[in-house]
C-alpha cells in the first residue's frame, strides 16, 4: 500500500474527533429523523430528510476523505450509475459502454435511456480505446470488468475522451479507492456499489459517486434531491461503521486472493484463469501500472455447469451468492445471470477467512469434481 494510501486509512477512523465535545460518543450516531428544528432562515442546517442528514454527512465525508473528492451518497450501486446518468445527459446525447461490465447498466440504458432519446454503443473493456471516442458526450468504463476482469488504460481512455470534449466516469466497485483511484487517472466521475467491499458485511444496499468537479457533484446532488433516490440514515450508519475496517479487510481478501489464484493455476480441473495479479495474466503489466493492490475476484472455467454447481455446493467456506465484498468467501456460475460466459464460468470473490484454511476447502472441493 502506498504511504498515502496508509495515511488515509490512519486518520479514517479519527476524522470525527476535531469536533468532539467533552462527552461526545466516539462511534457515530445514528439519527433517524425525517424532519429538523429549523426557525427562521435554516439555510446551512438539516431541514427535511429527502435534503440531508447527518448520517449521511457522516458517511459522506468518509468517502470523500478516502476518494481525495466529494462524494454524494445512493441507495444503490445502480442508483448511483442512474443519478449520473440522468444528471448530465439529455436527448440527442451518445454514451459509450463496456459490453463486458455489469449487465444492468446496459439494460438502463436500452430500457430508459433510448426511450427519452440518448444513444449507446458497446465496446469490449480491453479494446475500448479501438475506434476513438468522437461523438461521445459520456463514457463509462468498468476496469476491472466484471466477471471476466479485463482492465484498459484509464489514464489513456481519460486523455483520449477528454479531447473529444467527453465526460469519463469508471465503475471501482471491485477496487475500492485502496486498490484503485480513478480520479487520479484522469476520470471525471467515479461510482461505486457499495453494497460490496466498502461495507463488507453483506447487509446493506449503498452506492455512491465521486467527482472533483464541483459542477457535476451539484447536478448529482441536484438530481438526488428532486428525484428523491436517498440513502436511509440507518443504511449510512452501517457503511460507516463498514468503512472503519475496509483497509484491513481489503488487505486480507487481496493477499488471500494472490495467494489462491496461483494455486488455481496449476489445478487440473480449472481453465481460462484470470487474475490481474498473475504474471502471465493479459492484464497484469497494466494492472502493475495502475492499481494499488490486484483485487479479490478471481474468475476461471470449469468443464461444464454441473461442474461448476457442484464445486460451489461442494466447498463448506463458500457461499452461492450473486453479490461478493463480504467477509465471507462466495461464487457464482455467471452464466445464469446472462453474461456472455460459458456455462462452467465461476466469478470467486475472497473473503476474510483464513488462506490455508480457504484454500484447502477450494482443493478439495476442486479434486472431488475432477476426480
Known amino acids: ?76 450501486g445502480m442508483a448511483a450509475i442512474s443519478a449520473a446518468f440522468f444528471a448530465l445527459l439529455k436527448s440527442g446525447d451518445r454514451i459509450l459502454l463496456p459490453s463486458d461490465g455489469y449487465h444492468t447498466t446496459r439494460a438502463l440504458a436500452e430500457r430508459f435511456l433510448k426511450p427519452l432519446g440518448v444513444a449507446y454503443d458497446v465496446r469490449p473493456t480491453a479494446s475500448i480505446l479501438d475506434g476513438g471516442f468522437a461523438g461521445y458526450r459520456l463514457v463509462f468504463v468498468e476496469s476491472p470488468s466484471n466477471p471476466r476482469l479485463d482492465i484498459c488504460d484509464i489514464t489513456a481512455v481519460a486523455k483520449a475522451v477528454h479531447a473529444q470534449g467527453g465526460t469519463l466516469i469508471v465503475d471501482n466497485t471491485t477496487m475500492t479507492p485502496f486498490g484503485q483511484r480513478p480520479l487520479d487517472l484522469g476520470a471525471d466521475i467515479l461510482i461505486s456499489a457499495d453494497t460490496k467491499a466498502i461495507n463488507g458485511h453483506s447487509d ?37 461503521r463498514g468503512l472503519e475496517t475496509l483497509e484491513v479487510r481489503f488487505d486480507r481478501m487481496c493477499s488471500s486472493a494472490e495467494t489462491i ?33 490486484f483485487g479479490f475476484l478471481i474468475s476461471f472455467e470449469l468443464a461444464s455447469e454441473e461442474q461448476a454447481e457442484a464445486f460451489i455446493d461442494g466447498c463448506p467456506l463458500i457461499e452461492a451468492a450473486t453479490s461478493f465484498g463480504g467477509v465471507h468467501t462466495s461464487a457464482e456460475r455467471r452464466s445464469k445471470r446472462g453474461d456472455a460466459v460459458p456455462p462452467g464460468f465461476v466469478r470467486l470473490a475472497i473473503g476474510c477467512e483464513p488462506v490455508e484454511e480457504l484454500w484447502q476447502a477450494i482443493e478439495t472441493s476442486l479434486d472431488k469434481i475432477g476426480a
Not at 465521486?210 to 459542477?215: C, I, L, T, Y
Open 1 to 76: 500500500m502506498s504511504d498515502n494510501a496508509k495515511s488515509r486509512a490512519a486518520t479514517l477512523a479519527h476524522l470525527r474527533s476535531a469536533d468532539f465535545a467533552k462527552g461526545d460518543p466516539i462511534p457515530l450516531p445514528l439519527i433517524m429523523a425525517s424532519i429538523f428544528h429549523a426557525p427562521g432562515d435554516a439555510t446551512g442546517f438539516d431541514q427535511y430528510g429527502r435534503f440531508s442528514n447527518p448520517t449521511w454527512h457522516a458517511v459522506e465525508h468518509a468517502l470523500g476523505h478516502l476518494e481525495d473528492a466529494q462524494c454524494v451518497a445512493f441507495p444503490s
Open 261 to 293: 489464484a496461483r494455486r488455481l493455476k496449476d489445478h487440473r480441473a480449472v481453465s481460462g484463469l484470470r487474475f490481474p495479479g498473475l504474471e502471465g495474466d493479459a492484464s497484469h503489466n497494466l494492472a502493475r501500472a495502475q492499481m494499488e493492490r
Open 204 to 240: 446493506v444496499l449503498f452506492g455512491h459517486v465521486a467527482s472533483r468537479n464541483p459542477d457535476i457533484v451539484a447536478r448529482v446532488k441536484d438530481w438526488r434531491e428532486t428525484a428523491g433516490g436517498i440513502p436511509g440514515p440507518f443504511e449510512a450508519w452501517l457503511v460507516h
